[in-house]
């Protein structure tokens, strides 16, 4: 076989369905909706509403997020039916494996390690900062342990980010069954804490603030193609649901519960995005909401501070949820390529508890030293570059998926087939080319790193090789 043809070979869904059966299916459409609204709803909906309403749309930045989650549906129904027809662990990278062959499948892991890993890193930076904001009336942190490594700006570490990783995954050892009562438990009371600002900010809202509802096009904002660009803005808030398909080893009757709990996922956080973003804009003049923390500028505004403290502690929630979520889906990625053999250290093992803990032992070490020791702010735009790479694949994959005769389609279809399949592709494939130039350099350098290390590694390690 040529190395062509070697790098192209397809694994077999019976094998993947094989090695997984060992972990333990306890995910229901709930336990899935509490991991999919984690990851999904941050601080994101606290701020986006506002400073995309000030500098781009008006208050038509209600429109910008249901265009947003209208076009993430479509890859959201991609994701379903990849998720029901093949519910396997490793998301993206096992679709990629099985439907356009090994060396896809790895390109795509590898873009997913990124995402993942730098996703996390980012926000436990960001939760450190909140955090240690919010206790400095009480406890003032020593200023060496609240940054990256910059011993010449008097920083050697940030103690606070790298503290929340590991309780996280001290909470994922010991597998779902357990670990899952607390993350539903705190997305609930999230989700409180959105309903608390939404029904107390209703009553302060002022008619005048909605007109008018899109402000006159200038200087390159506002308008309708204002509204458009805010829609490709907030588009980057929905990002999370993929991250369920990852756990489809572990739910109980993935066919049906994982496409509702992708789709539902996706159907909340629009609601919810869609209304705090309008009484935000009808609570005050959208002008004024280019602040750093609109949400709480709001509440200030109208004499609701006590509340504003209430939103301070559900943004500390909000980020939580999501570390939670993604280091949880980034251990069963990184298991997915350990078990096909393309990563050393064993990582395809999993306990007695049906839970790969080396895996998540390592994507739990490599998280903090990325929160706690490394720069991020030059990074985070590979965040967003690794998830559309996954969303173009996915997409385009359900046309190769539906010709598959060997596999079963007995779940979830996406509709429109083969249009709007098409569509989402485009879409994911322009938003991708919007990326700064920078970021497409850093991604091409660490793609580049990728395929080395699967053609002198993976590729002679890979179960697929064995015969």
Request: hydrophobic content about 55%.
């Amino acid at each position: 076989m040529s190395l062509v043809a070697r790098m192209f070979q397809k694994e077999e869904l019976s094998t993947y369905l094989d090695n997984d059966k060992h972990l333990n299916r306890t995910l229901t459409v709930k336990d899935l909706l509490g991991l999919g609204i984690g990851a999904v709803i941050g601080t994101g909906i606290f701020i986006l509403p506002g400073t995309v309403a000030a500098t781009t749309t008006g208050p038509a930045v209600v429109i910008s997020f249901l265009l947003a989650a209208v076009v993430c549906a479509l890859v959201a129904m991609a994701y379903g039916e990849f998720s029901a027809t093949l519910p396997v662990a490793g998301s993206a990278y096992s679709y990629g494996n099985i439907v356009f062959g090994e060396v896809v499948g790895w390109v795509l892991g590898w873009a997913l390690i990124l995402e993942y890993f730098l996703a996390v890193a980012a926000v436990a930076t960001g939760w450190s900062a909140y955090f240690t904001s919010l206790i400095s009336p009480i406890i003032k942190l020593p200023k060496a342990f609240t940054g990256a490594f910059d011993p010449a700006h008097g920083t050697y570490g940030n103690l606070v980010a790298i503290l929340v990783i590991l309780v996280i995954a001290f909470s994922l050892r010991k597998g779902m069954t357990t670990s899952k009562k607390t993350e539903n438990l705190l997305v609930l009371l999230k989700l409180a804490i959105i309903l608390i600002f939404i029904v107390v900010g209703f009553f302060y809202i002022k008619s005048s603030n909605y007109h008018p509802f899109i402000p006159k096009r200038m200087h390159d904002s506002f308008g309708f193609q204002g509204v458009l660009t805010g829609a490709a803005m907030v588009f980057f808030s929905f990002l999370g649901f993929d991250a369920l398909s990852g756990s489809a080893a572990e739910v109980k009757n993935p066919s049906r519960n994982l496409p509702l709990g992708i789709i539902g996922t996706l159907v909340i956080a629009a609601v919810l995005y869609s209304l705090v973003a309008f009484v935000l804009v009808g609570m005050v003049n959208y002008t004024q909401l280019n602040v750093a923390d609109p949400v709480s500028f709001a509440l200030h505004h109208v004499g609701q501070n006590a509340i504003s403290m209430i939103i301070a502690v559900g943004a500390l929630i909000g980020m939580y949820t999501m570390m939670y979520a993604t280091i949880y889906s980034s251990s069963r990625l990184i298991y997915a390529i350990g078990r096909d053999g393309l990563l050393p250290g064993k990582l395809g093992q999993i306990n007695k508890n049906g839970v790969p803990t080396r895996a998540l032992i390592i994507s739990t070490v490599i998280i903090a030293v990325f929160a706690g020791l490394i720069p991020l702010d030059k990074l985070v735009d590979l965040v967003s570059f690794g998830t559309l790479l996954a969303f173009t694949v996915v997409s385009l994959g359900i046309i190769p998926l539906r010709k598959r005769k060997d596999i079963k389609h007995n779940g979830f279809k996406m509709p429109g087939y083969p249009v709007l399949p098409i569509i989402a592709t485009l879409f994911s494939l322009s938003l991708m080319t919007q990326l700064h130039v920078e970021t497409l350099i850093t991604a091409g350098i660490w793609f580049l790193i990728g395929i080395i290390i699967y053609l002198v590694y993976g590729i002679h390690h890979s179960t697929l090789n064995r015969d």
